[in-house]
């Protein structure tokens, strides 16, 4: 692997898809944020549960993990670093990201946690970067 | 919007601006930080605060504004994240990214507070890229 | 200084290397984060000692220094942020950039300290970015 076996505007891409990804995230708006991942796509959010799989899987699992936040009015935003591309013998790219989760409620000062790592294969098509698959772990989990 | 409609180069482009314009703010170069807005440029660094127009402008609201700090030796870094570019249709960009804001004084640690999200509007000039407006919320403040 | 006086390429071409590079240091592949350096590179990685030279070297300080870190199961990742470039007269770049080093333990929160910034000159070569030297300065000991 070398960094430069990337092209540069793939790079660029993907660092631009990474933002609108999560601020369709963050916002709330969970059908953007599905509708990053291929038609087929799976997303596993935590170590330990099952990924779900498809738009309208990842949709419902989102539906669902966020129940824990109704009626708290938490601001939440994924922040990313260090976006590491290795391409893929079939053309994907593997992709490995640090991320930090930060929590904000009104009035208060942000929390910075947990430390994450994000392990993503991403497929470059006509219509832009797509997710097909996505894995988190978390360091203090190790 | 798609991630793609906004060519490779400006999206590399708008993220060097930001390392330099940001450096320059937390530097105190409020001179160098001024010129990277345009002439007419607006800048609103809290809600609920009147815009400051114009560089000259800027200049003299980062002055006053930094006086809270007269004889306090910190030293703030504002970090950004997810730069998310939406072509518009006058030319112009509008930029949305997350922002927190490091401080640290000597011997202690840094606090990383406000999270905050950055409402830029951007043009690609023959000379660079420069803020047209830039308006910030405070997730604390929803 | 201007933005725009390094191409867009080089730009995203740093940044991928800065990400494959802190991964290397953050995992411990200490021998790929020191073959990121050109042969006589040196890295200061706190002010006030002496700077490690060559790639040998570099490895050396590395496990020297995670001596500290022995049967404790830390985790750091260092994070980047505003990649500010400068080119300069002998074709070499200036690389002048924000880190926070984010430690995580099992079961724990991340700390996330000290607030950095990282001086280095890189060249672009055949190969691909390496740096020829680094230092890096603390804000808490300004």
Redesign the interface.
């Known amino acids: 692997?070398?960094?430069?076996a990337?092209r540069?505007?793939v790079?660029?891409?993907v660092?631009?898809?990474?933002?609108?990804q999560?601020?369709a995230l963050d916002g709330g708006r969970f059908a953007d944020y599905a509708a990053t991942f291929t038609e087929d796509g799976t997303f596993q959010h935590s170590p330990g549960v099952q990924p779900a799989v498809g738009r309208a899987g990842i949709v419902a699992e989102l539906v669902e993990f966020h129940k824990r936040f109704e009626g708290d009015?938490v601001?939440r935003?994924h922040?990313?670093?260090?976006?590491?591309?290795e391409p893929q013998a079939d053309g994907s790219l593997r992709s490995?990201v640090?991320a930090?989760v930060?929590t904000?409620?009104?009035?208060?000062?942000?929390e910075?946690?947990?430390?994450c790592v994000v392990h993503d294969v991403l497929l470059v098509t006509d219509?832009?970067?797509r997710t097909r698959s996505r894995m988190i772990t978390h360091?203090?989990?190790?």
């Open positions: 692997m070398t960094a430069t990337v540069t505007e790079y660029a891409q660092q631009h898809f990474y933002a609108h999560m601020q009015p601001q935003r922040w990313f670093n260090h976006i590491a591309l490995t640090y930090l930060v904000v409620r009104p009035g208060g000062k942000p910075i946690a947990p430390s219509e832009g970067v360091d203090q989990l190790v």
